[in-house]
């Protein structure tokens, strides 16, 4: 029975891994930063509350409660998004807690998947930490100009990033209560479709990225091969 209770364990550990990888969109996609301190509320007791207790059963229950609660309280201190400025795109710009912003300071340590993994999450995070701080006065042209010098500070633009930069320009562009927002937004989507050329779906890499690798190559690819199609259906007239 011990045996089986082990095995039990650890497949769940095994799993905890890619999902606190996971867990990261909700960082990248969600408004609500609560989001992000309820999901790893849960991951705490799916990956390590669960585990522990197959593991030592003797442990008691309010001890896993307060590992559960522990995880959730570090996450919400931390926030999904680091306090570094925007300036850098290579700054780590995701939040302590989240599995990008843990791992990211390692990247050049790590296998090429995980690497373009891990910095292209980060530029996601740097593009949405744009998103919250779109001043709610500002003057269109000086404001587009300092945004647009930013994005094109990467050296590797990936093109995983050019949903966030569509939500980027939507923001910008209709705060500014301009007539012609509409306009700038269907120009801009195009520019930067040119600019974040990046795709990891397109990468080969070695074997010893496997299975990282082809996982990443699907995700990401789920943009890359699709968003240029969605784009380019839809029509704006001038």
Known sequence: MLRLRLLFAIIILILALPFWRFIDMIAIASPFEWLLTFAMFI????????????????????????????????????????????????????????????????????????????EARNQMCWIRKMITRVPEKYELGPYIKIVHDKLMKPEIKYRAALPLIAVLMLKINFGSNEANAPLNVYDSLHFWVDQYTEEISSRDYKPWNWPHSSYIKFEYGLVEKNWQSLIDSIVVEK
């Open 43 to 118: 991951w705490a007791g799916i990956f390590i509350a669960i585990p522990l207790k197959l593991i030592k059963q003797k442990i008691k229950v309010w001890m896993l409660f307060l590992i559960m609660f522990g995880v959730a309280g570090l996450s919400y201190l931390s926030s999904p998004l680091s306090k570094m400025a925007t300036e850098n795109p290579t700054f780590n710009h995701c939040g302590q807690m989240t599995y990008t912003g843990m791992i990211y300071p390692a990247a050049k340590l790590l296998t090429d998947a995980y690497r373009d993994d891990l």
